[in-house]
């Protein structure tokens, strides 16, 4: 069974502080994905990777960064959170016929 | 600029109703269009589409894509509470692995 695994489903922190969010996967996928959800919003896409230590910047890239050192891993980083940065994150992963699998969503609220 | 346009932003319907969900879309190098259901947490697959006119169906839900007119049906019949979840619809461009995200549509099945 497909499998995303996200480390956190709440996390509060204060601004100013670096966050690092964690995705695995065990599929042996290729893609990997970073979204934020916000109402009225939609899903929108923060940075992919296609392969390891590759990544690409998607729509709304500022203010985040990625890490991917291992096929099954992909980790993505506030270096400073804002409260603009308070929202649903969601990881995905894909082999190249684009079904994204999702991952359950961290819940992150910067104070 | 790519556009996932998806109608009606919500509904509300008794148990046991038909409904129809509609996705359009504006996409440049068009591969396939996704359906997702999204309950409290992580986007599920429903359907993938790639060609016109054959409907892909499991169990009450069942999806077309029509790629003249630019749009794809979500129809769910018999509906129970359980269909009650936000509906995604995603367009998938040629030669990339990203997907375009329509806002999604609300459904809330009442008993």
């Known amino acids: 069974d497909v499998k995303v695994t996200q480390s956190s489903r709440y996390l509060v922190k204060r601004t100013g502080e670096k966050v690092f969010l964690e995705c695995v996967q065990d599929?042996?996928?290729?893609?990997m994905f970073w979204y934020r959800q916000d109402p009225g919003l939609g899903l929108r896409l923060i940075y992919f990777?296609?392969?390891?230590?590759?990544?690409e910047k998607g729509d709304i890239p500022e203010g985040y960064s990625v890490s991917r050192e291992k096929k099954e891993r992909f980790s993505l980083i506030l270096e400073s959170a804002s409260t603009n940065q308070t929202s649903m994150y969601l990881c995905?992963?894909?082999?190249?016929?684009?079904?994204?699998?999702f991952g359950a969503g961290t819940r992150l609220s910067v104070l | 600029e790519d556009k996932v346009v998806q109608s009606p932003l919500s509904l509300v319907v008794h148990e046991g109703d038909t409904v129809t969900l509609n996705c359009s879309y504006e996409?440049?190098?068009?591969?396939?269009l996704l359906w997702y259901k999204q309950e409290k947490k992580a986007p599920t697959f429903l359907f993938m589409l790639?060609?016109?006119?054959i409907e892909k169906k499991s169990g009450r839900l069942s999806s077309i894509l029509d790629k003249k007119e630019l749009f794809s049906i979500l129809n769910i019949t018999a509906t129970q509470t359980g269909d009650s979840a936000v509906y995604l619809c995603?367009?998938?461009?040629?030669?990339?692995?990203?997907?375009?995200f329509g806002k999604g549509t609300k459904l809330t099945v009442n008993p």
């Open positions: 995905a992963s894909s082999l190249a016929l684009n079904i994204q699998y």
């Open positions: 599929m042996d996928h290729e893609n």
């Open positions: 990777s296609y392969d390891v230590k590759m990544k």
């Open positions: 996409v440049t190098n068009f591969r396939s």
């Open positions: 790639t060609s016109s006119g």
């Open positions: 995603a367009v998938v461009k040629g030669g990339s692995e990203k997907l375009v």
